[in-house]
């Protein structure tokens, strides 16, 4: 709360303005036209001030400004000062990439704030090339951000299936699916959920033998993984049932239906046992 939007613009509550004043001579020093800048009195003098270092060209070498350009661009974005904050993510992103490349965390956190900003600017040709490079990097360097690259991957999909680009949203969910595979413990319910999306994507492409595919494998994981008899295959044979039904296989549709009915009963069944057991 010591930094928020005010009446459309950045402030910043005396608390803090120190540590943003020490920001801003730090990035100052990085200029390679500007002097450090003189000390700030006010919050519209802090908020001129980064304004006019936006502008500027930055060294490369000072690593450290990077994440004060970050938190300063994030900080703008907020305030919906749209043009400063793309000015100040390109200049964090150039010197991430050319003083350390090999900090993943660090660049992929700026290149998926900077996909934010052109999402929220509806911007969705500038948004696709740093989307990509954000989910390639986070797909080669997992580590322990998957499940948030996983919230990422839908959430973009979810912006190609409401624009009605299916196309699009097809590969982001299968390499979400893939992720959630290899990275939450196979056929859980994050997978299922997943599937389920793609499948109505893949309906909705026209694309039945694939959609059918994908059913047939899921079912045959999940029977590998937990047994023919667990009540985690209920949620797909349901939807796998109410597919096959929409394309007239109705006695396919009808066995499926049957088995997901008989586990309901068999774990409703297990349910009161344990309830009633002394």
């Known amino acids: ?32 036209s500007v002097k450090p800048a003189p000390q700030a009195r006010t919050s519209e003098e802090i908020v001129h001030r980064l304004e006019t270092l936006a502008q500027e060209d930055f060294n490369p070498e000072q690593a450290d400004v990077a994440m004060a350009l970050r938190v300063f661009a994030r900080a703008y974005q907020d305030a919906h000062k749209y043009s400063v904050a793309e000015l100040l993510y390109q200049k964090a992103l150039m010197m991430q990439e050319a ?9 992929s956190q700026t290149l998926r704030d ?16 740093l989307m990509e490079r954000y989910i390639s990097l986070a797909e080669k360097y997992p580590g322990q951000n998957n499940y948030k690259i996983l919230q990422d991957l839908q959430e973009f999909a979810m912006f190609y299936e409401q624009d009605q680009q299916y ?16 990275g939450r413990g196979g056929e859980s319910g994050m997978t299922s959920m997943l599937i389920d999306r793609l499948t109505r994507v893949l309906q909705t492409e026209g694309k039945t033998a694939d ?21 985690r295959l209920i949620f797909t044979l349901q939807r796998y049932a109410q597919f096959l039904r929409e394309l007239g296989k109705t006695d396919e549709a009808d066995r ?23």
């Open 167 to 182: 196309d699009k949203a097809e590969p982001l969910l299968r390499r979400a699916l893939a992720l959630s595979r290899t």
């Open 211 to 231: 959609a059918e595919d994908l059913f047939k494998e899921t079912l045959a994981a999940q029977e590998k993984a937990f047994g023919e008899t667990s009540p």
């Open 99 to 107: 003083v350390a490349p090999e900090d993943h965390d660090a660049i």
């Open 114 to 129: 900077f996909v934010s900003l052109y999402r929220t600017e509806k911007k969705w040709t500038a948004a696709e090339p």
């Open 256 to 278: 499926l239906a049957s088995r997901a009915k008989e586990l309901i009963s068999q774990s409703r069944t297990q349910s009161q046992s344990s309830t009633n057991s002394p």
């Open 1 to 32: 709360g010591d930094a928020f939007v005010k009446n459309g613009g950045l402030f910043v509550s005396p608390s803090i303005k120190p540590v943003f004043v020490a920001l801003i001579a730090v990035v100052a020093g990085a200029c390679t």
